[in-house]
């Protein structure tokens, strides 16, 4: 399966320094995880911050250093995340309720909103250009409105935070 079939694999992105080794502080052989809400429209229409439809909250956990590619293609405006394929068309709302940072790659022009926070410094680490769209990184508690598709969400490895995240 591949593209075509709206099925998408995680990859690591693992660091030559990293590889093997496990997050401290989270108790024996735990390894951190990050954690995204999200929420989508199963329309074009819905303004931002409202997931029009009946597709209601999804999540994904990753670990750190992980990353998910999800399928944005409308032909899957309306199917629901299983588990293994996740969809990110018509993204309304992102909550990081998780303890570490999390990285979300949207499509499309942000809206003032997002970058309102951005300057301001409400969502750490603001916005990055990355090859498919525009990167976020929400501290664990942001919560944003949103009228992107979701390209990607991704765990980065951090060591250290300024404002007090991780």
């Given amino acids: 399966m591949g593209a075509a079939d709206g099925v998408y ?4 992105a693992i660091s030559p320094a990293n590889r093997g080794k496990r997050q401290s502080g989270v108790g024996k052989g735990a390894v951190m995880s990050g954690r995204l809400d999200y929420w989508r429209a ?6 931002a911050g409202r ?4 597709l209601g909250k999804e999540s994904i956990s990753l670990e750190v250093g992980m990353t998910r590619i999800f399928a944005t293609d409308w032909k899957y405006e309306k199917r629901r995340n299983d ?5 990110g068309s ?3 709302i992102l909550e990081n309720p998780g303890s570490v940072s999390v990285d979300v790659v949207l499509k499309g022009q942000l809206d ?5 926070k951005v300057v301001s410094g409400g969502l750490l680490g603001g916005l990055v250009q990355a ?5 976020i990184r929400l501290r ?3 919560k944003v409105s949103i009228k992107n598709d979701i390209a990607e969400v991704l765990v980065p490895y951090m060591t250290s935070d300024p404002k007090g995240g991780t």
């Fill in 9 to 12: 694999l995680s990859y690591r």
């Fill in 42 to 47: 199963d329309n074009m229409w819905a303004a």
């Fill in 51 to 54: 997931p029009d439809g009946d």
């Fill in 83 to 87: 588990g293994t394929n996740y969809y």
């Fill in 90 to 92: 018509h993204g309304r």
């Fill in 112 to 116: 003032g909103t997002i970058l309102q």
């Fill in 131 to 135: 090859a498919s769209g525009k990167r």
């Fill in 140 to 142: 664990p508690g942001d």
